[in-house]
């Protein structure tokens, strides 16, 4: 039983963590063109290079963390020591840590200079959400029993889990629509889906008498998966697990559609717009379903004052006898009022979106090497909704050097976030980061992510004139 556990755990991981937001979140990657992936998060953005190639994991792997509870040093003194309470006070009602990871398997575009650009890419995405209330933690460290807490509904009902792992096949096209004034773009994924595991319709409520201290216990709860047999699971049997032994199967299938725009008010000014990852996948195979359906249980617990005034007639050997048949009984009473059932007849297949940005902003340059930006952005993923805000500093030497800094206001807190992209003939080095702290002091800060990639460009962002090779030219000095 402890090896099937760890190889479910294990898997789990490898769902999540090989692939991290809750996330609303946008870095270099996102919003410029020179990472080779902005034309993905709006169409409508051009790759500053005739044509790109990224290939494998290297070009381009990304991975996120996402936590948008207490930090490290809000609950932990410099001893060492843990403060449950302050870790309280700094929660929200609930909170979410989310994990996602992209790998791209590879990427490639061609642009015919201002007016069109094709681009195809495939890559493997991974992303989980675990959501929790902070009444779980309260009831942990201060009981039931607290003046706080008897009495009161204490509700469990954002607790959750989700994940999925897919394999994302993308065409996008962006073009001129007019004359150096609007480019419109548009993308289609062709999503394949490998695992999903889902907690749908959780509700808990515990609430505890102020009489007589009494526990009444109310829930319910869906869980779906595809790829995992729950059923094995729960009878402590040998778990096939996705990719057990080799490359896993397609089990799921999806369409997601991107838009955007481009609009040009003067030489200096653009405002722009896009929708990024509108659509979701349908899980048909390998499904397994177990529900708990709406449930009550009321504890009455022992009357110890009966029991008390019965002793003269009980041996105290007994006592701990009285106990565990109370146990057994309360056990007995609980498993069957929140008895886990078997979906009913075969699992029906079920669906998941894939994470949905959108986003509005507006670039100014008011110089040819200097850019600023400003966006504002909403993020769906698993149920829940993150919104934000971003400003940013571009400086470009000549197509080769791009160095970019940023400042996002995500989770009612500032990231720091920065990139830089370097060109050497053909080949683009890049590498960003959405919240720099992240790295560098990991413990005070909620937010990591990272992303380094290696793309091989052609072309040139600008035609440059250059001078033939027997052009002698005219000028002062010189006969003609």
């Known amino acids: 039983m402890g090896r099937i556990r760890f190889k479910v755990a294990l898997w789990l991981v490898l769902v999540s963590v090989p692939s991290v937001g809750l996330r609303a979140q946008l870095g270099p990657m996102e919003i410029l063109p020179e990472w080779g992936q902005a034309g993905w998060s709006n169409p409508a953005i051009l790759h500053p290079s005739g044509s790109h190639l990224l290939i494998g994991g290297l070009s381009g792997f990304q991975l ?19 403060d449950p309470m302050a870790l309280l006070e700094s929660m929200d009602p609930f909170e979410t ?12 575009g061609f642009r015919e200079k201002e007016r069109f ?19 779980l933690f309260d009831v942990a460290w201060r009981g039931n029993g607290h003046p706080d807490n008897i009495g009161r509904p204490i509700s469990f009902s954002e607790f959750g889990f989700n994940a999925q792992a897919y394999l994302d096949h993308g065409l996008s096209v962006g073009a001129m629509a007019k004359e150096d004034k609007l480019w419109l773009g548009w993308g289609i994924h062709l999503l394949n889906g490998v695992a999903a595991f889902g907690l749908e319709d959780f509700d808990a409520v515990w609430t505890t008498d102020t009489l007589d201290y009494s526990w009444d216990l109310s829930g319910q709860a869906t869980l779906n998966s595809a790829g995992l047999d729950l059923d094995s699971l729960l009878a402590g049997v040998e ?17 997601a559609f991107d838009y955007g725009f481009r609009w040009r008010l003067t030489p200096k000014v653009e405002l722009e717009g896009a929708v990024e990852g509108r659509g979701g996948l349908r899980w048909l195979e390998s499904l397994s379903g177990k529900q708990l359906d709406p449930s009550n249980f009321v504890l009455e617990g022992i009357d110890l004052v009966e029991e008390y005034n019965g002793l003269d007639s009980v041996s105290l050997d007994s006592v701990p006898n009285l106990f565990e048949d109370w146990q057994a009984g309360m056990q007995d009473s609980l498993s ?23 986003r509005f902003g507006i670039r100014f340059r008011p110089h040819e090497s200097l850019e600023v930006s400003a966006l504002a952005y909403r993020q769906f993923s698993f ?26 206001y995500h989770q009612g807190g500032w990231l720091w976030g920065g990139g830089l992209s370097l ?23 909620r937010h990591m992510q990272g992303q380094a990639g290696l793309s091989f460009d052609m072309g040139y962002a600008k035609d440059k004139k250059r001078r033939r ?3 002698l030219g005219t000028g002062k000095g010189m006969w003609h």
Do not use: C, M
Not at 383 to 408: K, M, S
């Open 383 to 408: 149920g829940r909704v993150r919104e934000g805000g971003l400003f940013g500093l571009t400086y470009r030497l000549r197509g080769n050097v791009t160095v970019h800094a940023q400042a996002q």
């Open 336 to 358: 069957g009022a929140f008895s886990v059932q078997s979906t009913p007849g075969v699992a029906a297949a079920f669906d998941t979106r894939i994470r949905e940005t959108w």
């Open 117 to 135: 650009e094709f681009r195809l890419r495939s890559r493997v995405v991974a992303e989980q959400q675990f959501s929790y209330d902070r009444d």
């Open 239 to 255: 778990v096939a697990l996705p990719g057990d032994g080799g490359v896993p199967e397609t089990i799921g299938a999806g369409v």
């Open 64 to 82: 996120e963390v996402d936590h948008s509870g207490p930090r490290y040093i809000d609950f932990i003194g410099q001893d060492g020591a843990v």
């Open 469 to 471: 090779k027997n052009d």
């Open 97 to 108: 840590l989310g994990l996602r990871s992209e790998v791209p398997l590879f990427s490639l």
């Open 423 to 445: 060109r050497g003939g053909p080949i683009r080095l890049s590498i960003s980061s959405r919240h720099v702290p992240g790295f560098l002091l990991p413990l005070e800060s």
